[in-house]
């Protein structure tokens, strides 16, 4: 259904209902109706059918509140939708100009104001108010008499990176292979000395509106495949699909503090436009590489610190590394348990705002494997210091107590 039909409609008379009516008053009436022209009480009246189609179709746009303010908008505008007699004009009895809303949505009528210029030549209104409506109802209204741009597609990349490179951030070459328009024939998709005619079937927009019920979807134009335009005579290089695979090289920026997985999104540079329309994105998968001393855990990097049993015993002042920068010295607490975490500020991964994450430092006690006589000596002196304590008494008592 055109603009111009879509406006004449009046789909409060329709449903028998005022213009101020409530929602719950439209749907009170629209059922109300409904029940008397359905299909299945009318069968075989084509007349009823007709009836209960107008009644959806009313009821779509007036129980949508965003639908009807644009309906009533666009009749206030219109007058209604009407064809009368307004205004003051030289070229009609009375004064006044006949206003047909064909003269605005076609494009193609002769104009009847002073002047007797053409509507839709290069004085008048071009390709007609339906142009802008149509977009505005969803309803196909448009003239169509030009081709769409169309945004270049995306691109799906990888790339791996060192460790300390996905902390402080590195800048990689990247070679892709993607479509853009063909040199040959400057993604017309035609043989040199021709030109690609515009598709009959989607008057070039590349696509085609579906009604079903009440409603008008749009699809890609099945014979153009959304193109717009068709090719008589192909180019030999693409085929007439004015696309051509290209391979190019760039440097992209990996931030810092990029974790292994992680999905980068590279607006604008993925495949070219056609017909003016914007390049695509590229997306950037990030696989990060082991390192033999650090890992991470989000913004916080980890490492696995071996202190002696002494140190662990009494306490000690000890040096750890960090990434790509100076050790820290950790103050051990005496008898720190194995397996426990120290933390050291401000030395992890860099954050996107430019912060740094901590270095979270693990302890693990080492027990020594070979030793002298003097060092086994002692720890059998100390064996025997100890011999009365036992380490799991607590936790026998703590079985019988369950």
């Given at each position: 259904m055109s603009t111009k039909d879509y406006l004449e409609k009046d789909y409060y008379k329709v449903l028998g209902v005022p213009k101020d009516a409530t929602t719950a008053e439209i749907k009170k009436a629209f059922r109300k109706?409904?029940?008397?022209?359905?299909?299945?009480a009318n069968k075989g009246n084509a007349k009823a059918e007709e009836r209960f189609k107008e009644i959806s179709e009313a009821n779509d746009v007036?129980?949508?509140p965003k639908r009807r303010k644009e309906y009533d908008e666009a009749r206030a505008l219109f007058g209604g939708g009407m064809r009368g007699r307004t205004g003051a004009g030289a070229g009609s009895p009375g004064g006044g100009f006949?206003?047909?809303l064909g003269d605005l949505f076609g494009g193609g009528?002769?104009?009847t104001g002073g002047g007797g210029g053409t509507q839709g030549s290069g004085g008048g209104f071009g390709g007609g108010l339906g142009d802008v409506f149509g977009g505005l109802f969803g309803r196909g209204g448009g003239t169509g008499n030009r081709t769409q741009a169309r945004r270049g597609a995306d691109i799906e990349t990888e790339v791996t990176l060192k460790f300390t490179e996905s902390v402080d951030?590195?800048?990689?070459p990247l070679r892709m292979t993607s479509q853009e328009a063909c040199k040959t024939c400057a993604g017309t998709g035609a043989k040199a000395g021709t030109t690609p005619r515009v598709c009959p079937n989607c008057v070039g927009t590349g696509q085609t509106s579906r009604s079903q019920g009440g409603f008008a979807f749009s699809e890609p134009c099945r014979e153009c495949k959304g193109r717009g335009l068709l090719v008589d005579d192909p180019c030999e290089v693409c085929k007439g699909s004015g696309r051509a695979t290209s391979a190019r090289s760039m440097q992209v920026r990996i931030p810092p503090g990029v974790s292994d997985g992680q999905r980068i999104r590279l607006k604008g540079r993925g495949a070219p436009g056609e017909r003016g329309g914007p390049a695509g994105d590229l997306y950037v998968t990030v696989h990060v590489g082991k390192h033999p001393v650090f890992g991470r855990k989000g913004d916080n990097l980890t490492v696995?610190?071996?202190v002696s049993f002494t140190e662990a015993v009494f306490g000690a002042q000890i040096k750890v590394p960090t990434l790509g920068g100076p050790p820290v010295t950790l103050k051990l607490p005496p008898g720190i348990a194995n397996g426990r975490t120290l933390r050291a500020r401000g030395k992890g991964a860099t954050r996107k705002d430019g912060s740094r994450g901590d270095l979270l430092v693990t302890v693990e006690v080492q027990v020594p494997a070979n030793l002298t006589k003097k060092a086994r000596e002692a720890l059998e002196d100390y064996r025997s210091a100890v011999a009365d304590e036992d380490p799991r008494a607590?936790?026998?008592?703590?079985?019988k107590g369950v």
């Open positions: 109706l409904a029940r008397e022209f359905h299909p299945d007036l129980s949508d006949s206003f047909d009528n002769t104009g951030g590195a800048t990689v696995t610190v071996p607590q936790l026998f008592e703590a079985v």
